[in-house]
T-cell receptor, first 114, second 115 residues
């Protein structure tokens, strides 16, 4: 068990809908990362937060947004969903800071857009 | 931009034989390299990392990786494969962005160890 909790584990929804994925990092970790894993794109970095602030942005669509709350949990919001958004979404956490690159991954949320 | 490449989609090996999963990197500056493993229906798990020092890095579950600067490679190895090593393996590189960092992953290599 990595200590990172993601909910829900599975999510089935329809095109055009909006969903929220939730992540609770390991106790003491200040950094949260979101990744998208799909068969055709592999593991793609979406966005990173550190202690409530956005720190890095990757290939995240404008329809997607995220935030990290004062209790350090994070949410990834996906709106106007398309079939191609179907993927496994991972959250990872780390202590943060230099030389603390070891990421701990949650088990992911499998999103199916029908 | 930092990147890693995993040239093999799948590696097949017999149990008890040595295994190698290949990774090459392209970075500016000193490379910070990682290997992660993903078992079915699980998140990625850290195996090992190279920052500096010895070119042979030892990690979890008997895995090790050899850093080769001249060949820009960071291959994952194990002397004797187990069926339970069958999983998806990802090579990754640290990408600094200002004061923050993220990991950029390769496309992954599926390792299949047959009994």
């Amino acid at each position: 068990d990595s200590g990172v909790t993601q909910t829900p584990k599975h999510l089935i929804t329809a095109t055009g809908q909006r969903v929220t994925l939730r992540c609770s990092p390991r106790s003491g970790d200040l950094s949260v990362y979101w990744y998208q894993q799909s068969l055709d794109q592999g593991l793609q970095f979406l966005i990173q937060y550190y202690n409530g602030e956005e720190r890095a942005k990757g290939n995240i669509l404008e329809r997607f947004s995220a935030q990290q709350f004062p209790d350090l949990h994070s949410e990834l919001n996906l709106s106007s969903l398309e079939l191609g958004d179907s993927a496994l979404y991972f959250c990872a956490s780390s202590v943060g800071g230099r030389n603390n690159e070891k990421l701990f991954f949650g088990s992911g949320t499998q999103l199916s857009v029908l | 931009a930092q990147s890693v490449a995993q040239p093999e989609d799948q590696v097949n090996v017999a149990e008890g034989n040595p295994l190698t999963v290949k990774c090459t990197y392209s970075v500016s500056g000193n490379p910070y390299l990682f290997w992660y493993v993903q078992y079915p229906n699980r998140g990625l798990q850290f195996l090992l990392k190279y920052i500096t020092g010895d070119n042979l890095v030892k990690g979890s579950y008997g895995f090790e990786a050899e850093f080769n600067k001249s060949q820009t490679s960071f291959h994952l190895k194990k002397p004797s494969a187990l069926v339970s090593d069958s999983a998806l393996y990802f090579c990754a590189v640290r990408d600094m962005d200002g004061g923050s960092y993220k990991l950029i992953f390769g496309s992954g290599t599926r390792l299949l160890v047959r009994p």
